[in-house]
């Protein structure tokens, strides 16, 4: 598993991750990217779930929001149905954290796509601890950056499925 992070605050929307890579209780890589912005679209995206399905689930939404012209709520929805009913995706058990300017997203395989309250998105084995810390932290001066990458810190202080080498992409 992995811990990933959506903060949106002033204007910015911050995606972040954890580097460690498990296969059961074995740290495989300690630094591996989990999150990718879009950029032509200016959106970002978090994954947690195995690296493979990641890359798949990373191209099929880029293709989604390019086929709807960057309009990522009904990108999010298309992605959804197609994980659900598509024989071989539907196979991959994983969550995503998407955003852009004006929505964030939880999309996972079971055709949910959720609009979550608040600011702050947590998903993977140390989600709830990220989302946590993100709640707090939201209301300090701190920049999203800052909440992002304190709130990885916190949950990789707790959960043995995350290390402290944080990726961020923000827009």
């Known amino acids: 598993m992995t811990t990933i992070v959506l903060v949106r605050k002033n204007n910015e929307v911050v995606v972040a991750g954890d580097g460690q890579v498990s296969m ?11 999150v990718r912005k879009i950029e032509k679209r ?6 947690a779930g195995s690296t493979a399905d990641a890359l ?24 959804a149905k197609d994980w659900r009913t598509d024989k071989y995706l539907r196979r991959l058990e994983a969550l995503m954290a ?12 079971t055709g949910d796509v959720l609009e979550p ?19 707090v ?12 990458k304190k709130a990885i810190k916190v949950a990789s202080e707790i959960c043995v499925f995350t290390n402290d080498n ?3 992409h923000k827009i």
């Open 56 to 79: 798949t689930l990373f191209e099929r939404l880029e293709a989604k929001i390019e086929k709807h012209a960057g309009n990522l709520s009904r990108a999010a929805v298309e992605l």
């Open 24 to 34: 059961g209780n074995t740290v495989v890589k300690s630094t591996a990217s989990k």
């Open 166 to 168: 944080i990726k961020v």
């Open 137 to 148: 932290l939201i209301d300090t001066d701190m920049s999203a950056e800052e909440v992002a």
């Open 98 to 109: 998407i955003g852009d300017k004006e929505n964030s997203y939880i999309i996972s395989g």
């Open 42 to 47: 200016d959106v970002v995206a978090g994954f």
């Open 117 to 135: 309250e608040g600011d702050v998105i947590g998903i993977g084995s140390g989600g709830n601890y990220a989302l946590a810390a993100g709640k």
